[in-house]
C-alpha cells in the first residue's frame, strides 16, 4: 500500500530506481516501520486520511532534499529538534513513506531513560531493523553480545585507552555502511538525547563517515539544557556533517488548520483560543479538540472547550517526555495553585534551583507555561488529574510547611493544610483558625467553614478541638443552622467538662436557644456565671444569651434570674426585662449605642449596622420590631438598606432572614403574593428543621397569606410542617396562633379559631408582651365571636383594642374600626366603615382596605346612595386583584359584573354606561384643596363629612366640588376618578395629620 501526499510538489519525489533484488518483503516491513512509528507517539500534525502537514513544509523540503542526495551517495545526518508533541515523529513518518516509494530502507530505533544502564541498546534496535542479526553467526551478533553481557564498557576510563573498543565501533558502523551499499538507508532514531553513551559514540562515529554512502541519518531530540551525558550528546550535536533542524509551535493559523482537519472539524473560529491554551503545540491543540467535540454542547453558547482524557493523557505525554525534571517541577506548580518562585520549588522539590529553571524553560518551550504559570487552568486540572491523591496531598504537605516557614499570609498555608488532609504540627491548628477568621471577615464562608474544619482534624488537644468544633457551628450557622444543629450535643459535653469557656461557650448558649434547647442553654449560661473570677468585657458578653433568653423564652427569665441581677448590680446589664426591652437592649448591642426604646434603637441598626455574622441576630428583631410597630409602611422596605446592600456577600442564613422580613413587612402592606414569594424563599434557603423555634415567622406569613388568598388546602399544607414544641414558648408562637386562627376563621372552624386568639392573649399577658401593634388579638378574637353572633363580645374587644393603639399606628386602629363596625348598629356602620376606610388607606395595608371598602359599598348601598357604592367596589375589586385576594373578588364579582381587566365600563344603576374609573385621568389641574374633596367624595362622604374632616364650610365643599366636576369632565360623584384615591391626597389635611383621629 502506498500514501501519498496532496500537498507534495512534483518536483520534489524521488525518483531514484529500487534496487532489482529489493523483495516485496523488504518493502512491506520498510511501511510498516515508517506505520508503527507514527502510530505509537500519538503526535498529530496530518490528517488521519491526507496525511496532510501544518506548517512543516519547509522542513519536509529540507529533509527530502537530503534524502535524493543520499540515495545518490552523498550521505547526511540531521539532527532533527523540537519540544514534545511539535510533530517530530509524524514529519520523520512521512520521511520514511517517501524513502520507501524512493527504494530505501528504513531503519529505525527509539531510545529510552529506562535503557540508558543497557550498553549499545539503541545500536542493537539498528542492527536488527536493518536486518544484520538475521544469522546466529554475525559478527555484529557477537559483538552486541559482548556489549549486553557488561564485557564491553566504553565509559570506563581503562577500556577507554584500549585500542579494542574503537575497532569495535568501526565494525559496527562498517556493517551498516556495507549494508547501505546494498540499498539506501534512512536510518532514524527517536528521543536521541535518552541513548546509552555507548550509542552515543557509535552513532558520532557512524556521521564522520557517511559522507559518501547511501545513508541519511536523522536523530530526533527534545532541546536539552542539561543532557545526561553532555560529552557525547555535543560530540553527536555539532557533528561537521549535522545539519540542524528545528521545529517551532504552531501558529494561530497553523492551529486553526490543525483543527479543520480533523475527522470532524472543529470550528476554526477556536483557533485563538485554542492557541492562547496550549501555545501552539499541535499533540495539545488536537487533543483539546477531540475532548471539546466528543462534548459539544448544541445550545445558546455553542461550542465549548472541554477539559477530558485526551487532553490529561496529552498533556501527561509531554510531561513525561520532556527533560527532567519538568514533570515534578509542573506538579508543584499545579498543586499550588499560583505563580511560585524558583527558590521556593527548588526547596520543596529539595534539587538544583537551576534545574527548577531549566525546567520552567521545559515548560515553556512544551506550550505549558507562560509568565511562570500555567497558560489556562484547564492545563492545570489535566496535571492535577495525573497525579495520584498521595502524591497530592504530599505535595500540599511540603508546601503548607514551606509557606508557614516563609511567612506566607494564614490563607496560602491554609489551603494547603486543607488538602494535604492532616499535618500533625503545632502551627496549623492556629494558622486554620486564623485563616478562618480572615475569610469570615472577607465573606467567604465556604472557606471559612473548610479551614475550621481542617482545625478539627488538626487540633494536637481536646481543648483546641473543642473551640474549632464552636467556630466551625457558629460559621456553619450562616449556611444552614441544621448542620450547626449535629454539633451542639458535643459542645455542651465540652462545656461541662470545662474544655469550652469565655466566648465559645457564650455562642454555644446562642445556638442552643436559637434550636429551642432551653434546657441544655440555661445549664451552660449558669456553667459560665458560675465561675469565680470574670473579666468586665467576659462577663458583659454574658448579656447577649441572656437577652436572647429573655426575649426568645420570657417564660424561662426565672431560671437565669441570679446570674442576670447580678451582672445588673456590676452596671453591666438592665434589670431583668421583659421582651420587647430585651429586644432594645440586642439591637443597642448591635448598633454599639445607648439603649433605648425597642424602635428607636431598631431605626438606628437598620441603618447603621452592617449585615455580617455577628449582627444577624440583632439585626432581624430590630426590623421585626419596626414591622410591629408599623414604621414599615408606605414607604415599603425601600427605606431600610439594610435590606438591600451587600447583598453579593450574604449568607443564606443572611439571605434567609431577610426574606422572612421582607416578607412580614409585604404582609401588613397587604401583598399576598409577595409575602408568599419571600417566604417560601425563607424556607428554600433554611429548610423548617434548620429554623429553630424560629421556623413560626415564614409558616405564619404562608398560612396568613395562603388564608387570605383563598388557597385553603395550600394554607392546611403549611399548617402541616412540623414546628418544635419549644417555639410555643416563644414570641413566634403569636404569629403562628395568630395565623393559625385566622385559617380557622375563614374555613369556618369559628370555635378553634377563638381558643388560638385566647391562648395568644393569654400568652400576651402573662410574657408582660401585651402589645396591641404586635399582634392583634382583641381585633381577630372580636371577629371570631361576631362570627359566633356574640355582637356586644366583638364591640367590647374592639374597643379595648382601640383604646390601646397609640394615634400614629393607623394600620391596626384602622381594623380596630372595621371590626367594631360590623359588631355595631347599621346607624353608626357607615361612619365607622368610613373613618376605618380612610386609616387603611394611609397605612398602605391595601389588602385590609380593599375589605373595608367592600363593606363599606355595602353600606353605602343600604344607605341607598348606588353610586357611591359602586364606586368604592370598584376600588375595592382593583385593589384585590393587586392583592391577589381570590375570596373578595369572588364576593364583589356578582355585585358589580365582570372582573375583566379589558372592560372598558360597567353597567350604572340607571342601566346607562358609565368611564372606567380605573382609567388614568389628567388631575394635574386640580389645585391641592379641589384634589382632597374629590378624593372623599369619591369615597362616598358627603358634603357635610367633607367640610367637618376638612374645617371650612359646606359651600366651600359644594365650589371646589363644582371646579373639579369641570375640569375631570364628570357630572356626578360616581365618575370620579379612583386614581384620587390612589395618589394619597384625601389623607393631607390641613393641621399637618395624615389622617384625622378615630
Not at 467553614?449 to 482534624?457: K, N, V, W, Y
Amino acid at each position: 500500500m502506498r500514501m501519498t501526499s496532496s500537498h507534495e510538489p512534483e518536483h520534489h519525489r524521488l525518483d531514484s530506481a529500487r534496487p532489482s533484488g529489493d523483495a516485496p518483503g523488504d518493502r512491506g516491513l520498510c511501511h510498516g516501520t515508517a506505520d508503527v512509528l507514527g502510530l505509537a507517539t500519538g503526535e498529530a500534525t496530518m490528517n488521519h486520511s491526507t496525511g496532510a502537514l501544518v506548517e512543516r513544509d519547509e522542513h519536509l523540503n529540507v529533509l527530502k532534499d537530503l534524502l535524493s542526495a543520499s540515495v545518490r551517495g552523498q550521505g547526511r545526518a540531521v539532527m532533527l529538534t523540537g519540544a514534545s508533541g511539535s510533530g517530530k515523529t509524524v514529519l520523520l513518518n512521512r520521511l520514511a513513506q517517501l524513502a520507501w516509494e524512493a527504494g530505501a530502507k528504513v531503519v529505525t530505533a527509539v531510545a529510552s531513560h529506562a535503557e540508558q544502564s543497557l550498553p549499545l541498546g539503541v545500536i542493537g534496535q539498528l542492527a536488527h531493523s536493518a536486518g544484520l542479526l538475521a544469522e546466529s553467526d554475525s559478527p555484529v551478533a557477537g559483538l552486541l553480545e559482548e556489549a549486553m553481557s557488561a564485557r564491553w564498557d566504553s565509559t570506563d576510563t581503562e577500556q577507554a585507552r584500549d585500542a579494542t573498543p574503537a575497532r569495535k565501533l568501526h565494525a559496527l558502523c562498517m556493517a551498516l555502511l556495507s549494508r547501505a551499499a546494498d540499498q539506501p538507508l534512512l536510518l532514524y532514531v527517536d528521543d536521541v538525547h535518552h541513548a546509552d553513551p555507548s550509542s552515543l559514540q557509535c552513532l558520532s562515529y557512524l556521521m564522520r563517515r557517511i559522507h559518501t554512502a547511501r545513508i541519511l541519518v536523522v536523530l530526533a531530540a527534545i532541546p536539552q539544557l542539561a543532557p545526561v551525558h553532555p560529552m557525547q550528546y555535543a560530540e553527536l550535536l555539532h557533528s561537521s556533517s549535522s545539519v540542524p533542524l528545528s521545529l517551532r509551535p504552531l501558529t494561530r493559523q497553523g492551529i486553526g488548520q490543525v483543527l479543520a482537519q480533523l475527522p470532524q472539524p472543529a470550528d476554526r473560529g477556536l483557533a485563538a483560543q485554542y492557541h492562547a491554551i496550549t501555545g501552539g503545540n499541535p499533540r495539545l491543540a488536537t487533543a483539546l479538540a477531540d475532548d471539546s467535540l466528543r462534548r459539544i454542547d448544541h445550545g445558546a453558547e455553542g461550542a465549548r472547550t472541554v477539559v477530558g482524557e485526551k487532553f490529561i493523557e496529552a498533556v501527561r505525554t509531554c510531561l513525561y517526555r520532556s527533560e527532567p525534571p519538568a514533570l515534578p517541577v509542573a506538579r508543584a506548580l499545579a498543586v499550588a495553585g499560583q505563580p511560585t518562585e524558583p527558590p521556593v520549588l527548588a526547596r520543596l522539590l529539595n534539587i538544583n534551583e537551576e534545574m527548577v529553571r531549566c525546567a520552567l524553560l521545559t515548560l515553556r518551550r512544551v506550550g505549558l507555561l507562560a509568565d511562570g504559570t500555567f497558560r489556562d487552568p484547564r492545563i492545570r486540572t489535566a496535571v492535577l488529574a495525573g497525579m495520584l491523591p498521595d502524591e497530592r496531598m504530599d505535595l500540599h504537605r511540603r508546601l503548607a510547611s514551606a509557606s508557614h516557614a516563609a511567612g506566607e499570609p494564614a490563607i496560602v498555608v491554609a489551603r494547603h493544610l486543607v488538602d494535604a488532609d492532616r499535618v500533625d504540627e503545632a502551627w496549623a491548628a492556629p494558622t486554620l483558625h486564623e485563616a478562618a477568621d480572615q475569610a469570615l471577615a472577607e465573606g467567604r464562608i465556604e472557606d471559612a467553614i473548610s479551614f475550621l474544619d481542617s482545625a478539627c482534624t488538626a487540633s494536637v488537644d481536646d481543648r483546641q478541638r473543642a473551640e474549632a468544633t464552636s467556630a466551625l457551628t457558629r460559621i456553619e450557622w450562616q449556611t444552614n443552622p441544621a448542620d450547626a444543629a449535629r454539633r451542639l450535643p458535643e459542645l455542651v459535653a465540652a462545656v461541662r467538662a470545662g474544655l469550652l469557656v469565655r466566648r465559645h461557650a457564650v455562642a454555644s448558649a446562642a445556638h442552643l436557644l436559637w434550636h429551642g434547647l432551653i434546657d441544655d442553654a440555661v445549664d451552660v449560661i449558669l456553667m459560665i456565671s458560675a465561675a469565680e473570677q470574670m473579666e468586665p468585657e467576659f462577663a458583659a458578653s454574658l448579656s447577649v444569651p441572656l437577652l436572647l433568653l429573655a426575649y426568645l423564652f420570657p417564660g424561662h427569665l426565672d431560671r437565669v434570674r441570679g446570674p442576670w441581677e447580678s451582672l445588673a448590680a456590676r452596671g453591666l446589664m438592665p434589670p431583668p426585662c421583659r421582651p420587647l426591652q430585651a429586644a432594645a437592649e440586642l439591637t443597642a448591642l448591635a448598633a454599639r449605642s445607648p439603649h433605648g426604646d425597642a424602635v428607636a434603637a431598631a431605626e438606628q441598626v437598620v441603618h447603621n449596622t452592617r449585615v455580617d455574622h455577628e449582627a444577624l441576630g440583632p439585626i432581624a428583631i430590630a426590623l421585626l420590631a419596626t414591622i410591629f410597630a408599623d414604621r414599615i409602611g408606605a414607604t415599603g422596605t425601600s427605606h431600610y438598606p439594610v435590606l438591600h446592600r451587600a447583598a453579593g456577600r450574604r449568607t443564606p442564613t443572611t439571605h434567609a432572614l431577610v426574606s422572612a422580613i421582607l416578607a412580614e413587612g409585604n404582609l401588613r402592606r397587604g401583598d399576598l403574593a409577595a409575602t408568599e414569594e419571600h417566604a417560601r424563599r425563607a424556607l428554600d434557603l433554611i429548610p423548617a428543621k434548620g429554623w429553630g423555634v424560629a421556623v413560626g415567622a415564614p409558616l405564619s406569613d404562608l398560612v396568613m397569606a395562603t388564608t387570605i388568598s383563598g388557597a385553603y388546602d395550600a394554607a392546611e399544607e403549611w399548617l402541616s410542617v412540623p414546628v418544635p414544641a419549644a417555639m410555643f414558648d416563644t414570641p413566634f408562637s403569636l404569629k403562628y396562633l395568630h395565623a393559625r386562627g385566622t385559617y380557622y376563621l375563614r374555613t369556618n372552624c369559628v370555635r378553634a379559631a377563638l381558643i388560638d386568639f385566647q391562648a395568644c392573649g393569654r400568652m400576651m399577658v402573662a410574657w408582660d408582651l401585651d402589645l396591641p401593634e404586635l399582634v392583634p388579638w382583641r381585633t381577630e378574637l372580636a371577629r371570631a365571636h361576631i362570627a359566633l353572633g356574640r355582637a356586644q363580645h366583638g364591640r367590647e374587644l374592639a374597643r379595648d383594642q382601640l383604646s390601646r393603639l397609640p394615634q400614629h399606628n393607623v394600620r391596626e386602629r384602622g381594623s380596630a374600626l372595621w371590626v367594631l363596625a360590623m359588631a355595631s348598629d347599621p346607624a353608626e356602620r357607615l361612619t365607622l366603615l368610613q373613618e376605618a376606610v380612610m386609616l387603611l388607606r394611609a397605612s398602605d395595608d391595601e389588602l385590609s382596605t380593599a375589605y373595608a371598602m367592600a363593606d363599606l359599598g355595602e353600606a353605602l348601598h343600604r344607605a341607598g346612595d348606588v353610586d357611591a357604592a359602586r364606586a368604592t367596589w370598584q376600588t375595592a375589586r382593583r385593589l384585590a386583584r393587586r392583592s391577589d385576594a381570590g375570596p373578595l373578588l369572588d364576593r364583589i364579582r356578582p355585585i358589580i359584573g365582570t372582573d375583566d381587566p379589558e372592560e372598558p365600563s360597567a353597567p350604572d344603576a340607571a342601566g346607562g354606561s358609565r368611564p372606567d374609573l380605573a382609567a388614568a385621568v389628567a388631575l394635574d389641574g386640580l389645585t391641592d384643596a379641589e384634589r382632597r374633596v374629590a378624593a372623599l367624595a369619591a369615597l362616598g362622604h358627603t358634603n357635610r363629612a367633607i367640610a367637618t374632616k376638612l374645617y371650612v364650610t359646606v359651600s366651600t365643599v359644594e365650589q371646589h366640588l363644582t371646579r373639579a366636576y369641570r375640569k375631570l369632565q364628570v357630572s356626578r360623584r360616581a365618575d370620579l376618578p379612583t386614581g384620587l384615591i390612589d395618589d394619597g391626597a384625601a389623607e393631607r389635611f390641613p393641621d399637618g395629620s395624615e389622617v384625622s383621629a378615630a
